[in-house]
């Protein structure tokens, strides 16, 4: 015989057992106003019962209208205890979520996990000023150390579930991986992940920090970077691009990181070939010593040290600079790992030379070199070229950056450079304005325009040997930067028939020009699968490992000689919570997570 389910027999709750045997209907069972137990069955023969057995003597002596009454008044209290809880619950939630909130503040300012101490101790004292009433409530907001270090690793742990998520509808994806050292002395590799979906969107967010406290060869990189695809569930097949800082242990031939990475992929018969780049961030850079200027840049170094290093010239120094009257104030330091600075003490040097001199006199220093003509004209060359190196390196930096567009900038350069060579060999130095300054001033020598020409045709030559990795794969980055001016006979076969429909397209032309390249992708119809891959692939290429170079300076921010017994995984939580691009901590989901919990002042103080 089946068993009979009460649910399925449409009882029904009749309002005269409310003054009869003293019951409501709450949640969809039966409770007892008068004691609050429930009844499990909705039946009238077990709630007669369970009031004739329990409370019958209570009520025996009262009319009707006197235990309609009765119910009435303990069906207020009932609701109004069930409002109270509600509240409670709802202001406990507000609470943990307002300490998710903070601890989220915390970590993405670099602070220390102690300073929730400090916010709660601000907050009570303006609560006391503000609205004494609510003391309370601020007091069950916890922001002890503890607290504060278990909501930043739920909320990376909450970032890292969202980007799993994401990964599995990844049709193609690369990884930028980077190495470097932190406070203690610590070998910190850092990933991050760019992944493109069917639709052709792109995300772009750090995917691990892994500390090597070993040795750091090809093969520990790869053990490491392996580990991270793995357990993101990432397929191997979709693996498109690797970009590194071009260390041996990462690009060696035989058990670099890039080679035992390929071999994985054979093992796990991926079908498409692993492309590699140097960082292009990091290649622009090397091209500035092609010049063998160093020369040049050691007097300026020195000049600098002396007058910086000791605070009794620095002080001196900018005293002579203010009663000369002078547009700047002081000179800068110049840092070797600092691209950008040296641009910036050369400028300054320049336009302070004569009053650099000044002062070296006054201090009976040897000025010769610094004023001899040649070594002028040079100083005025190397602060013209690196002025503009260092604006091509600002536009190759940022997040979200399109290898093709990256690739049309250093191609740009190049053929800026072929001009500029030109130029100066006829001494047309339009792009020079220090060297248009020099040639100016020169009093006796000819201005060196066919020495300096040689110098930028000697980076020209560098500039193609670095990016000649590049130039490999110019068809593949012209077909996303411009694919309605590529030669289609020249493209893949598997590419062509897509390519002359495209071309053809004038609405799909029209739509190229009103949103540009990397957007267009986006916009390609789906018959046309094989340029949607072609477009997929490219567009999760990284250019550079711009962001891991970010990472570092975050981390180096956060695990300073004063937090350097900061965990590992403290430490990658800070970071995934703080680096985070297009990902957002699900604070609700988490609150509700933890649901049952309520948050007491006896907690929050400990």
Known sequence: MAKRKVDTENRGFQTRWESEYMFTKVAGKPVCLLCGESVAVLKEYNLRR????????????????????????????????????????????????????????????????????????????????????????????????????????????????????????????????????????????????????????????????????????????????????????????????????????????????????????????????????????????????????????????????????????????????????????????????????????????????????????????????LRDEMFLCEMAFLCDITSHLNAINLQLQGRDRVISDMYSTVKAFKTKLTLWETQMRKENLSHFPSCQTMKEKLSTSAFPSTQLADKIGMLTTDFRRRFADFEAQKSRLELLGNPFAVDVESSPPNLQMELIDLQCNDALREKYAAVGAAEFARFLPGTMPQLRIQAAQTLSMFGSTYLCEQLFSLMNLNKTSHRSRLTAEHLHSILRISSAQSLTPNIDELVEKMGHHQVSPSTSNK
């Open 50 to 369: 369970h009031y004739e057995t329990k409370h019958a003597d209570k009520n025996k002596n009262m009319d009707m209208e006197q235990r309609l009454q009765k119910a009435e008044e303990l069906k207020r209290g009932l609701k109004s205890r069930q409002a109270l809880f509600k509240k409670a619950k709802s202001q406990g939630q507000a609470a943990v979520k307002a300490s998710f909130i903070l601890a989220e503040e915390i970590a993405k300012s670099a602070r220390p996990f102690t300073e929730g101490d400090f916010i709660k101790n601000c907050m009570i004292k303006v609560c006391d000023e503000v609205c004494p009433e609510k003391r309370q409530l601020f007091l069950n907001v916890s922001l002890s150390r503890n607290t504060i270090a278990e909501r930043v690793d739920q909320l990376s742990i909450n970032l890292k579930e969202q980007l799993v998520k994401k990964g599995k509808d990844f049709i193609a994806y690369s990884l930028a991986v980077d190495e470097s050292t932190d406070i203690s002395d610590i070998a910190q590799l850092s990933i991050f992940i760019r992944g493109v979906d069917s639709s052709l969107s792109v995300t772009e967010e750090f995917l691990a920090l892994r500390p090597m406290h070993g040795t750091t060869t090809g093969h520990d990189l790869y053990e490491e970077v392996s580990r991270c695809v793995n357990e993101m569930e990432l397929p191997w097949e979709k693996l498109v691009g690797l970009t590194t800082d071009g260390a041996p242990a990462m690009c060696g031939h035989r058990s670099g990181l890039v080679a035992k990475i390929r071999e994985k992929m054979q093992e796990e018969n991926a079908t498409g070939e692993l492309t590699a780049y140097h960082c292009i961030i990091h290649q622009e850079a090397l091209c500035g010593k092609a010049l063998k200027m160093e020369h040049v840049m050691s007097i300026i170094t020195r000049t600098v040290n002396f007058i910086r290093a000791k605070g009794l010239n620095h002080r001196q120094f900018k005293a002579f600079l203010t009663e000369l009257e002078t547009e700047h104030g002081d000179l800068p330091y110049h840092t070797e790992v600092r691209w950008l600075s040296q641009g910036k003490v050369l400028q300054r040097c320049f336009e302070l030379r004569e009053e650099i001199c000044l002062f070296l006199d006054s201090k009976g220093k040897d000025t010769t070199q």
